[in-house]
């Protein structure tokens, strides 16, 4: 009897083995093939090329520390809000050819009090320097030689860098505090993802690359290397790897196929309309789209990690649980937490939107205008798109993981 359960259980231990190493090839293979399509998409790009308007002036932004208060008034609109008008002598901070000179320049500013808008003295300020053509020097003439042009100087804004690098270093710690290692790991995968977005997926979109295209291959090969360094190599890793590289594709499909059986263009904001202006001429329908899919993939990783290490919890607890045993169990635990996701996915988007709802509240129309607008409209796709992918991720991933976690769990001896 020893004899034959020792046979078995060699043999099932070689199965696991074997299953092990074909799910780690298969995350090296899906690793490998999303990292050489980054580089050859890097290496073969080309080069940046859109319009820019042409400026009537060269405006320079520099920051100032104010000297002194010269004058200032104050008051309160229509609205209630307090306005502020100071003429201020200041002087530049910043390197370059006004480096250390005083300046006199005028701030406006409008907000909720005096105190969160008006400037002291020692206050630190953003200042715009342009350069003009200079006023007629008289007798239909214009000023020659180095009286051809006039500067200008206009207080654009507060300088808030040291409150927000303390509050950036704040984060930081309270995450390594209570996260510890995984702290670290999450702070380097948040780092990561400023780069890859900043440095891979916004010049190649620029390039004139297909948007959807590069961000599907970009986010999935980034949400790959944040999962391992969150959770590290493992089966649980390689399981939410295919589960999320999966979700994020059929995300994108159903974006493409959404937007176009909703007419939809991408030019329902502002922004769009600005880089238009700004003689940048990409796909903006396919900005939209990216923009839908690399929303998504922030969201994805956590429901389909969360959702993978549930049921190799479940498998480890309950050792001779069948596929339909941590199918159900799991699936009851991610619709708990898919519920509260799916909500926070939609308070996000709703919480950029507050000043349109207002404008909406004030100017009401029929609903079903308000909705069909461009600009709602692109919000509600986005919404309901990734809504969708997540919902589709948690049964795809909780599938994934009860199958491939009975096969990885050494079997313990039964009654003999």
């Excluded at 208060?69 to 003429?87: P, R």
């Excluded at 808008?117 to 030689?145: C, K």
């Excluded at 190599?233 to 994020?248: D, E, K, P, R, Y």
């Excluded at 009851?332 to 799916?342: A, E, F, Q, T, Y």
């Amino acid at each position: 009897m020893g004899a034959v359960y020792l046979r078995r259980h060699m043999k099932t231990r070689k199965d696991v083995s074997a299953t092990r190493y074909v799910l780690e090839a298969g995350a090296v293979l899906l690793l490998a093939s999303l990292l050489a399509l980054v580089i050859a998409l890097h290496v073969t790009r080309p080069p940046v090329q859109y319009g820019r308007e042409e400026m009537t002036g060269a405006t320079t932004t520099v920051s100032a520390r104010v000297e002194a208060v010269i004058a200032e008034t104050h008051g309160t609109d229509d609205g209630g809000q307090a306005t502020v008008s100071q003429d201020l002598a200041l002087r530049v901070l910043s390197d370059g050819p006004y480096r250390g000179e005083t300046i006199d320049a005028q701030y406006n500013g409008m907000g909720p009090s005096v105190e969160l808008v008006r400037f002291r003295e020692g206050s630190r300020a953003l200042v715009m320097i342009t350069e003009v053509p200079a006023l007629p020097a008289g007798n239909g003439e214009t000023a020659q030689g180095p009286e051809a042009t006039r500067v200008l100087y206009q207080v654009a804004d507060h300088i808030r860098l040291t409150p927000l690098a303390i509050i950036t270093a704040a984060f930081a710690l309270v995450t390594v505090a209570v996260g510890r290692w995984q702290g670290v790991r999450a702070l380097i995968g948040l780092a990561l993802s400023g780069v890859f977005v900043g440095g891979f997926i916004l010049p190649q979109i620029l390039a004139h690359r297909d948007p959807v295209l590069v961000t599907l291959i970009g986010a999935g090969l980034l949400v790959g290397a944040t999962l391992y360094l969150i959770q590290g190599w493992n089966v649980i890793g390689h399981t939410a790897l295919i589960g999320m590289l999966i979700s994020l594709a059929v995300t994108g499909l159903l974006a493409v196929v959404l937007t176009r059986m909703t007419f939809l263009t991408g030019f329902g904001s502002e922004e769009t309309l600005f880089l238009q202006a700004a003689g940048v001429r990409i796909d903006m329908r396919g900005l939209l789209l990216a923009g839908i899919i690399l929303g998504t993939a922030g969201v994805l990783d956590d429901v389909v990690l969360a959702q993978a290490v549930t049921v190799f919890e479940l498998a480890s607890a309950r050792p001779r649980a069948s596929f339909r045993d941590l199918m159900t169990s799991g699936m009851r635990i991610g619709v708990s937490h898919l519920s509260s996701m799916v909500n926070t996915l939609i308070l996000a988007y709703a919480s950029t939107a507050l000043p349109l709802f207002i404008l909406f509240y004030l100017f009401p129309e029929p609903w079903y205008l308000t909705v069909n607008r461009a600009l709602i409209a692109e919000e509600i796709l986005r919404t309901l798109v990734g809504s969708t992918g997540l919902m589709l991720a948690v049964p795809l991933t909780t599938a994934i993981a009860a199958w491939m976690a009975p096969q990885l769990n050494d079997p313990r001896p039964g009654p003999s």
